[in-house]
């Protein structure tokens, strides 16, 4: 069992830069691939960024590609999505999430078998 609690969201002016962070509970962390997704209001829940036991892998959305870096620290149990140039556009729900099977369909929120309550991050244009 894993728990995640995401932190960090906010409030921020298009261009500008946040870091949300996700700690997880249960001594197995470093096992589980990690994931970011984000729901916009009306949207259906989208793929953002997935990152690899290790940390040797990761992968992202085309959306945030050259903007947004996953990374994971597995001795403080924590993944991180630090957002940078942020867009109007970028304003949703983030969720973090938790799957084992190693980095195969990273990118669907099926692969996942935790996930956090949800931090919000709104850009202002």
């Known amino acids: 069992q894993v728990q995640l609690v995401e932190s960090g969201g906010g409030l921020v002016q298009a261009g500008g830069s946040l870091r949300v962070s996700c700690a997880a509970s249960?001594?197995?962390?470093?096992?589980?691939?990690m994931g970011w997704f984000r729901q916009a209001p009306g949207k259906e829940r989208e793929f953002v960024a997935a990152?690899?036991?290790?940390?040797?892998?990761?992968y992202y959305a085309d959306s945030v590609k050259g903007r947004f870096t996953i990374s994971r620290d597995n001795a403080k149990n924590t993944v991180y999505l630090q957002m940078n140039s942020l867009k109007p556009e970028d304003t949703a729900v983030y969720y973090c999430?938790?799957?084992?099977?190693?980095?195969?369909?990273?990118?669907?929120?099926?692969?996942?078998?935790?996930w956090g309550q949800g931090t919000q991050v709104t850009v202002s244009s």
């Open positions: 999430a938790a799957g084992l099977g190693g980095l195969s369909f990273y990118y669907a929120v099926g692969k996942y078998d935790y």
């Open positions: 249960g001594r197995t962390f470093s096992s589980y691939t």
């Open positions: 990152i690899s036991w290790s940390g040797g892998n990761a």
